[in-house]
């Protein structure tokens, strides 16, 4: 029994897709997750978004200044755009995956930070190798889009954009999401968004609590409880007089109280109960987990 | 309250415990990092300790997902505050010019010797071709970039592009153009040695066939010394940096194609770092070196002072990178 019951205890639970395993030294399992390749491309254009938009806003700037102190500004364009597109190309990037976050404002919008693989620090040079990369990555088959015209043949253009395209789409063929430059160096992007403390659903329970017979808390395991409460985090009440509906349906009760009050009181209780199980090791994953 | 659940409880005797870790954290990520006090300081790897440990033991006795949520955000980006670089930005740039940078070209040598050769060899070609017949000239250098410098010259008119000035304002604009030029061929040779070398190389060879067809022009006019000194005074340090940016190509390359016994990622990732550190000092050489081209030889135009200013800079680089040192 006791041998039983501790292989019961393991969260059997499938491990997503995309997480990955970080122990740390005190032993505890961070389980992190990498962030997926839409979510790096639109903080990549958000980046892109932001140093043009500064790119634009220095412009003006310089040229309001010249306006106001009567002289061309014309002169200081070329070096504006040529020298400050490469400075901000190139160090936007760095310094800003050099901060305590790790990550760039586009980054850092959508939640994700650059870390080491292999859980250590993220060293300096780690950093400069992933975005010395971007410049093979991204930049070069840029120019070469814009650039090649008619000066040179069909053939070299396709074979350009077949070169191209093995870097664009290098992400999206291995299993981490690596993109080039996280390869060389050894650097992965992950999921670290900042979560505040949400209220325990738990309080929301009225005080006298309806009694539910201990068949109407085995109908459901884990997954529906998190599905529960995800719903009611959301107080939808369309949703919300939806799931009560189908819940009593299944349970066989009469609707006696309103939805949220009796979906609150459920939660409360179906979770007491899947929590005092799992104290003696069982964990219920979901309603087609018989005992 | 109808049932006081076990989990609900544990949540409200630590509750206080997380929200002080997560202000903490937010101060210190928010770049507010000098208004912790000492005390604050000390107390963030130990609230760390209390809130993984609080991450554990939620797993095993809690079901709220929004809880397990907070505790595992909260843990990780207290694990990359506690185990991350503790550094700042400044001391890192400090330690990375004294010491990582130099470091790091000495352990490349051998690539650089390498990277200097094909160049070399590269010029040699050129040069001969171009003595052999000056047809040639057009092949290595396009007419853009030439600007008047072909064989057809008169040796008035070379002379006048080796002593001529441009007008003051112009030079900011040529500055930046040489530079940003220069950095972008230095990061496409040390990014295309990830495809094993062999673009890397064709982009050194290159880079010295330019050099070798402008001395055959120069050298036919009898133009040769002044020649030497309008590329020597910045052409040490730009050469010297495109070189270094080729070997850091090779040294990724070269560990891509023979990893060794390590595994081709793990090979691939240390040549990296390797290399990148490298990198990083090239953009500063080319950033010396174009205010070298961009002002330093468009304000210098005797021949001996740009030669004593090449000798100078080779003389610097060459102590500061290769200077005998403690090994680590």
């Known amino acids: 029994m006791s041998v039983a019951g501790s292989t019961l205890v393991r969260d059997t639970a499938r491990p997503e897709a995309g997480a990955r395993e970080l122990v740390t030294p005190e032993g505890v399992d961070l389980r992190l997750k990498l962030a997926d390749t839409g979510e790096r491309a639109a903080a990549f254009l958000l980046d892109v978004g932001i140093i043009l938009g500064s790119l634009v806003a220095l412009t003006l700037l310089v040229f309001l200044g010249a306006w106001i102190g009567g002289t061309s500004a014309r002169e200081f364009l070329p070096a504006i755009w040529l020298l400050g597109f490469f400075l901000l190309r190139n160090f936007y990037f760095m310094g800003f995956e050099l901060s305590p976050c790790a990550a760039t404002p586009g980054k850092r919008i959508l939640?994700?930070?650059?870390?080491?693989?292999?859980?250590?620090?993220?060293?300096?040079?780690?950093?400069?190798?992933?975005?010395?990369?971007?410049?093979?990555?991204?930049?070069?088959?840029?120019?070469?889009?814009?650039?090649?015209?008619?000066?040179?043949?069909?053939?070299?253009d396709i074979l350009g954009a077949v070169w191209c395209a093995v870097f664009v789409f290098f992400?999206?063929?291995?299993?981490?999401?690596?993109?080039?430059?996280?390869?060389?160096?050894?650097?992965?992007?992950?999921?670290?968004?900042?979560?505040?403390?949400?209220?325990?659903?738990?309080?929301?329970?009225?005080?006298?609590?309806?009694?539910?017979?201990?068949?109407?808390?085995?109908?459901?395991?884990?997954?529906?409880?998190?599905?529960?409460?995800?719903?009611?985090?959301?107080?939808?009440?369309?949703?919300?007089?939806?799931?009560?509906?189908?819940?009593?349906a299944k349970l066989g009760?009469?609707?006696?109280?309103?939805?949220?009050?009796?979906?609150?009181?459920?939660?409360?209780?179906?979770?007491?109960?899947?929590?005092s199980r799992l104290l003696f090791g069982r964990r219920r994953r979901d309603k087609f987990d018989k005992d | 309250m109808g049932i006081v659940l076990k989990s609900h409880r544990f949540r409200r005797e630590r509750e206080a415990d997380w929200q002080r870790l997560e202000d903490l954290l937010d101060r210190f990520e928010g770049g507010r990092r000098s208004t912790l006090t000492n005390d604050e300081i000390i107390a963030i790897p130990v609230l760390y300790r209390a809130t993984l440990s609080s991450l554990s033991v939620a797993r095993a006795i809690s079901l709220d997902k929004g809880l397990l949520e907070y505790l595992e955000s909260l843990c990780t980006r207290a694990y990359f505050c506690v185990y991350g670089t503790r550094t700042t930005v400044i001391e890192r740039l400090a330690s990375f010019f004294a010491d990582e940078w130099p470091r790091a070209v000495q352990s490349i040598w051998r690539e650089t010797l390498f990277a200097g050769a094909i160049t070399l060899l590269g010029a040699f070609v050129a040069f001969v071709l171009v003595q052999h017949s000056p047809d040639w000239f057009g092949t290595f250098i396009p007419e853009g970039l030439a600007q008047g410098r072909g064989p057809s010259a008169s040796t008035t008119e070379l002379r006048e592009t080796l002593f001529g000035k441009h007008g003051a304002n112009g030079l900011t604009v040529f500055a930046t153009f040489l530079f940003t030029h220069n950095a972008q061929i230095a990061i496409l040779a040390f990014a295309l040695g990830f495809a094993c070398c062999l673009p890397t190389a064709l982009l050194m060879a290159y880079n010295g066939m330019m050099l070798?067809?402008?001395?055959?022009?120069?050298?036919?006019?009898?133009?040769?010394?002044?020649?030497?000194?309008w590329v020597l005074i910045h052409g040490v340090t730009e050469l010297f940096a495109v070189t270094l940016a080729g070997a850091a190509g090779f040294r990724i390359g070269w560990a891509l194609a023979f990893p060794g016994e390590r595994s081709r990622l793990e090979a691939l990732t240390q040549a990296g770092r390797e290399a990148a550190i490298v990198m990083a000092g090239v953009i500063v050489m080319l950033g010396c070196a174009g205010l070298l081209e961009g002002f330093g030889r468009q304000l210098i135009t005797s021949t001996v002072a740009r030669y004593a200013v090449a000798l100078t800079t080779a003389f610097l680089w060459g102590v500061f990178f290769y200077r005998p040192r403690a090994l680590t």
Not at chain 1, 182 to 211: M, Q
């Open chain 1, 171 to 248: 992400p999206l063929f291995n299993r981490d999401r690596l993109r080039i430059g996280d390869l060389v160096g050894g650097t992965w992007v992950v999921r670290a968004p900042r979560r505040g403390l949400r209220i325990d659903l738990a309080d929301e329970a009225a005080s006298p609590a309806i009694a539910f017979s201990p068949a109407a808390l085995d109908a459901y395991g884990i997954k529906e409880l998190n599905v529960l409460e995800d719903v009611l985090r959301r107080r939808d009440d369309a949703t919300m007089a939806a799931v009560a509906e189908r819940i009593r």
């Open chain 1, 111 to 156: 939640g994700l930070r650059v870390t080491a693989r292999n859980g250590g620090p993220l060293a300096a040079e780690a950093i400069f190798a992933r975005n010395a990369t971007r410049e093979l990555e991204v930049f070069l088959p840029l120019t070469f889009l814009v650039t090649s015209g008619a000066a040179v043949d069909a053939w070299i």
């Open chain 1, 253 to 275: 009760l009469k609707a006696r109280e309103p939805a949220a009050e009796f979906l609150f009181a459920y939660y409360a209780a179906l979770r007491g109960r899947l929590e």
């Open chain 2, 212 to 229: 070798g067809a402008l001395f055959a022009v120069f050298l036919q006019h009898g133009l040769a010394p002044e020649f030497g000194g």
